[in-house]
Nanobody, 116 residues
Framework: QVQLEESGGGLVQPGGSLRLSCAAS????????MGWYRQAPGKQRELVGV????????QYVDSVKGRFTITRDNARNTVYLQMNSLKPEDTAVYYC?????????WGQGTQVTVSS
């Protein structure tokens, strides 16, 4: 029994910042890649960024490069998404995803709204 728990979403002004957290819990014996996805109304879910097991290799979608940063704290089984210089087009439900015990798991989603 494993679970991903997200937090950190909210309403921010354009140009503002948020940090999302995603912590894995339960009977975990293996954690692989961890990453973030987002889905805006009427649009498909898209990959925002992903970090390898060690955290040394990271990939981001072009639209967030230079603004978003993924970090991992493997001692706490947690992955973070630091979002800076937020734009209205970043508005979406953000989902954490992780490979736990060899399988893919999703967080519950957290709403990020960027608006004046």
């Amino acid at each position: 029994q494993v679970q991903l728990e997200e937090s950190g979403g909210g309403l921010v002004q354009p140009g503002g910042s948020l940090r999302l957290s995603c912590a894995a819990s339960g009977s975990i014996y293996s954690i692989g890649a961890m990453g973030w996805y987002r889905q805006a109304p009427g649009k498909q879910r898209e990959l925002v960024g992903v970090a390898s097991t060690s955290g040394n290799s990271k990939q981001y979608v072009d639209s967030v490069k230079g603004r978003f940063t993924i970090t991992r704290d493997n001692a706490r089984n947690t992955v973070y998404l630091q979002m800076n210089s937020l734009k209205p087009e970043d508005t979406a439900v953000y989902y954490c995803n992780a490979v736990l015990n060899g399988g893919s798991y999703w967080g519950q989603g957290t709403q990020v709204t960027v608006s004046s």
